[in-house]
Each structure stands twice: as C-alpha cells, then as structure tokens.
C-alpha cells in the first residue's frame, strides 16, 4: 500500500466510490426482484444520499486526527484492504447482476452493509472535525438500519435449497 491510499481525501473517494457502487447494486436488485424493488430502490436512494454526503466532506479542508489516531487507522485499513473487503466494496454493481436468488442476493447485500460499516468506522479514526463525524455516524446510523432491514427480509426469504 501506499501512502496516498490512506490520506483523508482517498477514503473520503473511496466512501463516494463505494456508496454509488452501492446506488447502482440496490437498483440492479430492484430491477430484478419485484417483490422487494420498492425496498431496493429506498436502499439505493439512501446510497445516494451517502454519497453526496461524502462529496460534501471533501469539499472542505483537511482536518485529520492525531499521529495515534492515523496509525490506527492505518493498520485498520491494511487489514481491510489484505482481507478484500475494500475489493468487494469496489465490485458490488457486477455482484448484482447475478445472485441466483432473493436469499442470495440479500446475504451479497448485508454483506455490503457490514463490510461498508468496517469501513467507515475506520473513516472515523481520520476524522478531528466533529461535524466531520456527525456525518459519518449520520451515515453509519443508516446503514445500521439497512443492516437490521435486510437481515428481517432475508429470515423471512431462505434459500430454497433449505427449505
């Protein structure tokens, strides 16, 4: 890794990155599973709204936290990073366009949910600015919400194979 992957500016793309990969995941599902797109499309214009908020975290000027705070960061990060999540985060509009199921594309999407929340707690070791942070947990509130919602839905939908 190098270092740039672990500036403020990089994980604040990488958040807008993952958050419209996420928008374009939640609308592949919703096109292809009628009987949750109303779900999916609220999921995905909740991605979306991350995603602007994100953008908008960029737009200001840098305000890190301390030394300790960045390693820690840091090693949060490569261990992310060695265990792919970063990759799966990056690759989730094409996971979409082929679950073989309802119940197989709920677990791609708590998957997405968990991985996504591991992140941005990360994020928030980097951040000194608190309203900086009052977005990230703004975000990971959400997300938290998306993670309870999905895990609900795919009790009541498992997978036909354990029926």
């Known amino acids: ?29 919703a096109d292809k599973f009628a009987q949750s797109a109303e779900t999916f499309k609220q999921l995905a214009q909740d991605e979306k709204g991350h995603a602007i908020s994100y953008s908008r975290l960029l737009s200001k000027g840098e305000n890190v936290a301390g030394e ?14 060695s265990l792919d999540i970063v990759a799966s985060l990056r690759k989730l509009d094409r996971d979409a366009l082929d679950p073989k199921d309802l119940a197989a594309a709920l677990d791609l999407a708590i998957s997405l949910e968990k991985d996504t929340l591991l992140l941005y707690q990360t994020l928030l070791l980097y951040l000194a600015n608190d309203k900086d942070r009052r977005v990230i ?8 919400v998306h993670l309870v919602r999905l895990s609900r839905m795919r009790a009541k939908n498992p997978s036909p194979t354990k029926r």
Do not use: Q, W
Not at 2 to 20: D, G, H, Q
Not at 68 to 81: N, P, Q, T
């Open 1 to 29: 890794m190098t270092e740039p992957f672990y500036s403020r500016e990089s994980l604040l793309n990488l958040a807008v990155e993952i958050e419209k990969s996420a928008e374009a995941f939640y609308t592949a599902l």
């Open 68 to 81: 300790k705070g960045l390693e820690k960061a840091r090693s949060y990060i490569e261990a992310l990073d």
């Open 137 to 144: 947990h703004m975000v990971t509130d959400v997300e938290y």
